[in-house]
């Protein structure tokens, strides 16, 4: 069995520890934080055997709790937005706090990504975290005690990273948890270069529809992706759509088929399988990174540097027709929510 290495990683509130959980599978490495339940670094070598880190994120702690840039963070208790910041469940009408003007935004201003977690197993290169959410908390009803299990082990198809997030409730409420990790497939290491961006990967995506957004990015219809740009079934680089005008950058939800969902660099080599048991996946290209905030190794992420392929329940969910055909996000007494997705890693 190999047990995950623990380190220390400063402190927040009140002096409480923030621990740094170090996975290790052959060349791959991940790192883990207890705040927000963050995937801190992704180790994973290129086709010539290089390795570098590809995921956005920052060095240390400081960094994290004065920039909520969601880098690698668990989101929380709902990602993604809610129309209004307000939901009605079971006869009753829940006002939350909005963090994006009217809007609630990855669980509002406190979410679970501004969270330190308890680690509360070590498995065999594995690490649970958890945490309470009490009623009320954001103006969700209902306690809620979630976690996040990070398992990082060598699998037949190659290196594979899953992550699990659970929950349980003690009275009706509204679930959707999943990783907000910016994937940098080219390395961190030649992002200061800038010899391409994450708009010239190749993405892959089993989803013959699509989420039409109004302008605060509210879903407002299911659609068909058609020849549109929103059509990953073949794989395409998302540069495509930005270049034609059609797009200044991605940042909507795709419904889901059966399939898997593949990432590829050509110029590394670096390849990302993906699978999940959700329903919709968020994809962002990094709209809003200005290159003003310093990250690792002091380089300041800027505009389409990395990807988000986030697995959840549909956005605002709880608020949609019944007609859309939406995976309830309702958690009730005694039922368990589980939200699953993993990684693995390749050369091609």
């Not at 990504?113 to 975290?129: H, I, K, P, Q, Y």
């Not at 010899?195 to 605060?216: C, G, H, I, M, N």
């Not at 797009?247 to 419904?255: I, K, P, R, S, V």
Request: charged share 20%.
């Amino acid at each position: 069995m190999t047990i995950p290495e623990r380190h220390p990683f400063g402190h927040v509130r009140s002096s409480t520890p923030v621990e740094r959980i170090v996975l290790r599978a052959g060349a791959v490495s991940a790192e883990v934080l207890t705040y927000g339940a963050t995937l801190k670094s992704l180790q994973v070598p290129d086709r010539d055997g290089r390795v570098d880190d590809i995921v956005l994120g920052f060095d240390d702690l400081k960094a994290y709790v004065d920039n909520r840039m969601f880098f690698g963070a668990s989101v929380g208790r709902f990602a993604n937005r809610i129309a209004g910041g307000r939901f009605e469940l079971d006869g009753y009408t829940h006002q939350l706090a909005q963090n994006e003007g009217p809007t609630t935004l990855h669980g509002g201003p406190d979410g679970f990504d501004r969270r330190n977690w308890a680690v509360s197993e070590l498995g065999d290169c594995s690490v649970t975290l958890e945490m309470v959410s009490h009623a009320g908390d954001q103006g969700f009803p209902g306690t809620l005690t979630a976690r996040a299990i990070y398992a990082l082990r060598e699998t037949p198809a190659g290196p594979c990273l899953s992550l699990t997030y659970e929950a349980e409730t003690e009275a009706p409420t509204i679930v959707s948890m999943t990783n907000h990790s910016f994937f940098a497939l080219a390395g961190l290491s030649a992002l200061p270069g800038r010899p391409r961006s994450a708009l010239e990967y190749r993405l892959k995506v089993p989803a013959s529809r699509y989420l039409t957004v109004d302008d605060a990015l509210i879903p407002t219809g299911v659609a068909p992706v058609g020849a549109s740009p929103f059509d990953f079934r073949e794989g395409r680089q998302p540069l495509t759509a930005v270049r034609s005008g059609a797009l200044d950058g991605y940042d909507h939800c795709l419904c889901l088929d059966p399939g898997e969902i593949e990432l590829h660099d050509a110029v590394s080599g670096r390849l990302m399988r993906m699978t999940t048991n959700l329903p919709g996946l968020q994809v962002y290209t990094g709209n809003f990174l200005d290159g003003s905030v310093p990250a690792k190794g002091g380089y300041a992420a800027r505009k389409h540097d990395a990807i988000c392929l986030e697995p959840q329940i549909w956005p605002d969910a709880i608020n949609m027709p019944e007609s859309w055909g939406a995976q309830s996000p309702v958690l009730r007494p005694g039922e368990t929510r589980r939200a699953e997705m993993s990684f693995t890693f390749g050369i091609r």
